[in-house]
């Protein structure tokens, strides 16, 4: 079994400035890694996943992510947010089964940028 | 790209009513599931929907509360039986094997239920 631990569940920032969303997880065999972006009244939309190979991996909207497996970590970051990037973010984790299997979320981070 | 859609996007039901809930995809896919995602938490998988038999459930989840449907590799649907004020979510489908992407979950926007 896996499991996702999101540390913050709210990140206050201000605009053009660096953020940095910390997702732990545990698990006892490989795994595919993701993180979605929920938008007010909205549903979620994939943002960034990590299959495999480089760990330095990009996404839409400016995001990237670093897989840590070390530190069983997939921390995600964005060097400038926008007032736009306002949303709760979820880390998830699948099993590295070769298809996509049951996702275990963690709890959400709710990044709030202010002007 | 492709669609994923929901109907409704949101409904006001009362206590003891059932509601279903479709999921449409505008391609075939090879896996549909069924998430919760109770206010201010975050998304539990409900089930696995399986073409042409019985829905997987998860721990917690059983048939008689959530029946599921799958009848094609693009449709499903979820009812919500019986309501409570507890059963007040969003629920979402996700779908796998949108573009041939076998490791990738895509959602739909969600359907808001409340249930009074």
């Known amino acids: 079994a896996q499991s996702v631990t999101q540390l913050d569940s709210q990140v206050p920032v201000f605009e053009e400035a660096p953020v940095e969303l910390r997702c732990n997880y545990s698990s006892s065999v490989s795994v595919y890694l993701f993180w979605y972006v929920q938008y007010p009244n909205q549903g979620l939309q994939l943002l960034l996943k990590y299959l495999s190979g480089s760990t330095l991996v990009k996404g839409i909207n400016g995001f990237e992510a670093e897989f840590n497996k070390s530190q069983t970590s997939f921390h995600l970051r964005k060097p400038s947010v926008h007032i736009s990037d306002t949303a709760e973010y979820f880390c998830a984790v699948s099993d590295h089964t070769g298809t996509a299997s049951k996702l275990t979320f963690g709890t959400g981070t709710r990044l709030q940028v202010t002007l | 790209s492709a669609v994923i859609s929901q109907k409704p996007s949101r409904d006001i039901c009362q206590r003891g009513t059932s509601l279903t809930i479709q999921c449409q995809v505008d391609?075939?896919?090879?896996?549909m599931f069924w998430y919760r995602q109770q206010p201010g938490q975050s998304l539990t998988l409900i089930a696995t929907?399986?073409?042409?038999?019985?829905?997987?459930?998860e721990s917690g989840f059983v048939i008689d509360k959530f029946p599921i449907s799958r009848p094609n590799l693009t449709f499903s649907t979820l009812t919500v039986s019986n309501m409570s004020p507890e059963d007040s979510s969003i629920y979402l489908c996700s779908v796998v094997g949108l573009a041939g992407a076998t490791d990738t979950q895509y959602f739909g926007p969600g359907t808001r239920l409340t249930v009074l």
């Open positions: 391609s075939q896919v090879t896996m």
């Open positions: 929907a399986n073409q042409g038999s019985e829905a997987t459930y």
